[in-house]
């Protein structure tokens, strides 16, 4: 067992918080109850994420993508509201961590991706005053794009959207998990032959294009899932309760 308070301050340091500004609170954003025995994890909030934990009988739940995001309604009215309600019912305690989950160099997103691609990291690059946001890295044995998204395709489970026009075959290549697609120009500035993120957005194909690399959207959920795996994997270690990630699937 823990007590809240222990974890979010395990958490908060251990993913260097403080350290990173962000679009959204990370740490603890719904009080629950004082003692967790079990917690789940999931890339995102939503309703379904919130009755497969209660059936789970989680104390806590870890998402990547929380509430109270820069710029949204503050009111918490609609659908924020429904969800805040389902949560506070049941005493769930929700922490969410965003940019931190995504740059950590253990747990994050993108070392997971890392792993997944089989890639010798070379470089972790601070876009925007954020450390590790875009990192790089070289596969032992170069790869045609469309091995390179066969692998994507085996990893993740899902089929990546392909643009660009770059030579093969591929050595270098740059990733940035989730919705970080508009990093190419930085990834391309820092030689990468291809480009790994989540979503593609309309000027991306032409930018891949011009420049002369390919670009992977691999999918926003697909390429943020393992983040809190690992994290919530490591908990359980280190504080002896039980955890389970809970797959809500998401083709974006
Ligand atoms: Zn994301």
Avoid at 168 to 188: D, Q, T
Avoid at 214 to 228: D, K, L, P, Q
Wanted: proline share 4%.
């Amino acid at each position: 067992m823990v007590h809240r308070e222990e974890l979010a301050a395990y958490l908060n340091e251990t993913l260097d918080v403080h350290s990173i500004t962000d679009y959204a609170p990370n740490g603890l954003q719904v009080e629950g109850r004082d003692e967790i025995r079990r917690l789940v994890t999931g890339v995102s909030v939503s309703q379904a994420l919130f009755e497969r934990a209660v059936q789970a009988e989680a104390d806590a739940i870890l998402v990547h993508h929380g509430f109270f995001w820069k710029g949204e309604e503050s009111r918490i009215v609609g659908l924020k509201a429904q969800r805040l309600r389902r949560l506070l019912s049941v005493d769930l305690n929700l922490f969410a961590y965003h940019l931190p989950l995504d740059v950590h160099p253990e747990f994050g997103n993108n070392a997971g991706l890392a792993e997944l691609l089989e890639c010798t990291v070379e470089q972790r690059v601070t876009v925007r005053g954020i450390p590790g946001l875009l990192w790089l890295g070289r596969v032992a044995t170069p790869v045609t794009a469309a091995a390179l998204a066969e692998r994507l395709a085996h990893t993740l489970g899902q089929q990546p959207v392909r643009v660009g026009a770059g030579t093969e075959p591929i050595r270098r290549i740059a990733w940035c998990s989730g919705g970080g697609e508009r990093l190419i120009e930085e990834a391309i500035a820092h030689g990468a032959e291809a480009f790994i993120s989540g979503e593609l957005s309309e000027p991306i194909t032409h930018i891949a294009r011009e420049a002369g690399v390919h670009f992977f959207a691999a999918g926003h959920h697909a390429t943020e899932r393992c983040g809190v795996q690992r994290l919530g994997e490591h908990i359980a270690a280190t504080f002896g309760i039980a955890h389970e990630y809970i797959e809500i699937p998401n083709p974006a």
